[in-house]
Each structure stands twice: as C-alpha cells, then as structure tokens.
C-alpha cells in the first residue's frame, strides 16, 4: 500500500526536503526522495561524527510490510566511510544505475513486529535517520 497524502503531509512537516517522486492515480505517493543529515560514520574516530547530508531516494509501495531499500543518491559511493551503508548493489529504478544502499541489519524485522498504524512514512525517516546518525560496528556493510 502506497503512502496517503495525509501520512505524507505529515511527515514533510517533520522532513522539510521530502518530495514525491511518484505517485498513483489516487494521488497516493509510491516513490520518495528527501535529504536527512547522518554522521560520516567509519574507522576514522577523529571524523566518525562529522556531519555528512545525504539524499536518499526510495520506493514507499508497500512500506506496511517492510523498510524499503532506501537509495543513497550523495554522496557519491566513493565518498561514503558509513559502516551501515552498503556499496553498490542493484540498480536504482529511479536513475538507473547501481547506487549505495542503508543497511538496515535488525531493523526490517523490528519494522515487521510494530502496529501497522506505526509503520508510517515519519516513522521511517525516523529510522532512516537513526541509522545514519550513528555507526553500528556489529552491523557492518563496509
């Protein structure tokens, strides 16, 4: 199930840079894009912290059953230290070429286990965020 306008609206309240990338005949938004700050997140303890943007792009179709892949279009793979972000993987259909990815480790299935009325857009830019706000070392990706 796509995300309703409300649930967007909502959650564009929360992320200012949030857009639709795609929507339905109902005017139910099925792609995103938006830019959330994280940290730079490797090895380098002197520059794990350092705030780093990054510009997501993802497919919210059925967000009610599980976290999307959740495309990171910048930095590009190259600049990316974050444990937590894979590097290319599969092409992204939304510019059609390999793109680095957020590794969610436990995160899909504690996703699964909430309430559905929990599993909202806001919910996971939330996530998202958490993610890439901090570095989990047991959970590597690089």
Known sequence: MAVPPGDFR??????????????DRDGWITAIAV???????????????????YRLLASVKNLQPSLPV????????????????FHPRQVCPFV??????VCWGISDSAWREEKPEA?????????????????NF???AR
Do not use: C
């Open 35 to 53: 830019t959330l700050e994280g940290i730079v997140g490797g090895q380098n303890t002197h520059r794990q912290r350092t705030p780093m943007q």
């Open 119 to 135: 599993r909202t857009l806001a919910n996971l830019l939330a996530a998202t965020h958490q993610v890439l706000s901090n570095a």
């Open 70 to 85: 959740m495309w990171i279009a910048s930095p590009r793979d190259q600049d990316i230290e974050h444990v937590n972000i």
């Open 96 to 101: 059609g070429v390999k793109l680095p990815d």
């Open 10 to 23: 909502h959650a564009k309240g929360l992320y200012f840079s949030l857009e639709p990338l795609q929507t």
């Open 138 to 140: 047991a959970s590597r």
